[in-house]
């Protein structure tokens, strides 16, 4: 065997040597590994982490728009202190992610937990409930708009035509009921995601598990926090972060349906950073509105991480 | 003679469970339990509600998109819960006077356009991370995660810079190379649980024989993982189509603004809104999305169930 292939080597004297180094290379994992990586990891650096690098630079220059900018320290942040824009802004922002996490969990899990019930046209029933999540939000929130106009909002003319009051309800141009909207139309938006991968969490769950439970004369509440609960924490926390992190986060739905007003009353930090940035051109400005997020993000991840950990612990595997 | 009688007894027994069985399978537990009356009062009145609050909004779409201007805004002689006077005026309005048909040809090619990158991008990371393990294989993997956790309501200020600094401001190439940023860590990380359910057997065969890894992967894993490039994909095609905040910021010329962008801005132009125009503007934008999802319903369900998984 050795014979051959030495004679087979003698024939071609340097292919040999450039093809096994090209062998050793190309059958090198870390190097094809480096090659499959290549476009996501493109993509990632140059669109996602040098923006994100570069945005929280730009947070600590006094950037315009047309104009570079120079380093001021933390100038901006503690411009935006006191300034009472920005404080309405994080707590709206805050009102406005608790409000909302809070009513499209507890709804998404009941809409889950009826889905979960024998029910006739099941799929249907589950196709149409996604609908509000797949269309998109600019739209849907267009038709809220609609819905909510100060003039011909058609829940208006019903409470009226009905009797229970006697002039229109301005929505959109009250300060706490502008908010209130806001979070109704953002719960009516998340409630599909939720009520969805909950449901496909329920789904895992053993029924024998019920049946234990329901022959030792368990309540239907008991079975609901000693059972559902309990079996769905770890997908619960994913879903909850996802859902905190883009309620948080939320932009488009109030740029259509109030832009921030009325008077502040429903600016969130993304908007204001929108019209301080972009709308202002106070790049340095808004960057750092921007910035300003991302600690409230990280102790929303947190938060839902160890609450993932708890749960492994729990299940002993956590070595 | 008590025999045949016996058999039929059981026969009819049998068919009877069978029938019972059948009426409540797997999956349903013991709802056969409960009575009527709790049913209706448990199940079907809030179902019935939470239904009706979460499908009001298109009824009111759709029937503001067909109604004519008069009736828009008197509802004492109208009553406003149907279409007493259809008229497709603001569809005419809307696809013949104005650039409606463009905007929707600027989404839909934006959008197929993101989605086909950002899925080649994810099935090469996706097969990378999952199959050649390489050195930082799960380090790669987290930090994909976590690029799925930035939002681009943090990003839209830097990226603008960014975006005219490449030159590619008010250019459809400015959202075509920024959404992937978005999708290309959802799909990668639902493609990595598509492909650790391929068995490596398949692969090691084809080592064996010789294949690189590209022709394992175009060849092999690629069409054992179809169920799971749709479910990226379609859910890629949503999301782009759902994109604001980019197009609001990067897109200057009407010419070049997505759907959801232009009936926001340039259907509100003026204190006198349009809402007949509007409405139909956004039940048309709506459909394409809708008509893809009803086709394709139980993968968007399994890309969102895949989307929480670890």
Known sequence: ?319 | MSNPTEATMTDTSAARLGRKIKSTPEGEGMDYLETLPKRVVYLYVPLTIILFVLLFPFYWMTLTSFKSTAELTDFNTFNPFWVWQPTLQHLKDLLFGSHYPRWLLNTMMVSVTATALSLAASVLAAYAITRIRFRGARFVGVMIFFAYLVPPSVLFIPLAVVVSTYGLFDSPLALILTYPTILIPFSTWLLIGYFKTIPYELEECALMDGASRLQILLKIILPLAVPGLISAGIFCFTLCWNEFIYALVFIQSEANKTVPIAIVTVFTDGDNYRWGALMSGALVGSLPICILYSFFVNHYVSSLAGAVKE
Not at chain 1, 165 to 175: E, K, P, S, V, Y
Not at chain 1, 217 to 232: D, E, K, V
Not at chain 1, 300 to 309: D, H, K, P, R, V
């Open chain 1, 1 to 319: 065997m050795s014979l051959i292939m030495n004679a087979q080597v003698a024939t071609k004297p340097e292919t040999p040597v450039r093809r096994s180094r090209w062998m050793a290379l190309s059958g090198n994992r870390n190097w094809q590994a480096i090659w499959f990586m290549l476009p996501a990891v493109a993509f990632l650096i140059l669109f996602l982490a040098y923006p994100l690098a570069y945005g929280v630079w730009l947070s600590f220059t006094d950037t315009r728009m047309g104009s570079p900018g120079e380093f001021i320290g933390l100038g901006n942040y503690i411009w935006l202190m006191d300034d009472p824009v920005f404080i309405i802004a994080v707590m709206n922002t805050l009102i406005f992610t608790a409000g909302a996490s809070i009513f499209k969990f507890v709804i998404g899990f009941y809409l889950a937990i009826l889905l979960n019930k024998r029910l006739p046209f099941k799929a249907l029933i589950r196709a149409v409930v996604l609908l509000p999540w797949i269309v998109p939000t600019a739209l849907s929130a267009i038709a809220f708009w609609w819905i909510l106009d100060s003039q011909f909002s058609v829940i208006s003319w019903s409470l009226k035509s009905i009797g229970l009051i006697d002039h229109n309800i301005n929505f959109l141009g009250d300060r706490d009921l502008a908010r209130a909207s806001v979070i109704f139309a953002n719960v009516w938006r998340g409630i599909p995601f939720i009520a969805i991968t909950l449901l496909a969490g329920l789904q895992t769950v053993p029924v024998s598990l019920y049946e234990a439970a329901t022959i030792d004369g368990a309540s239907s509440w008991q079975m609901f926090r000693r059972i559902t609960y309990p079996m769905l924490t770890p997908i619960i926390a994913v879903v909850m972060t996802f859902s905190v992190l883009f309620t948080f986060t939320e932009f488009q739905l109030i740029w259509v349906l109030t832009r921030g007003g009325p008077a502040n009353a429903t600016d969130l930090m993304a908007t204001l950073s929108y019209q301080r940035a972009i709308l202002g051109g106070q790049l340095g400005e808004g960057s750092a509105i921007a910035v300003a997020m991302i600690p409230f993000l990280l102790g929303a991840i947190m938060i839902s991480w160890f609450g993932l950990q708890r749960q492994k612990w729990q299940q002993g595997n956590d070595q």
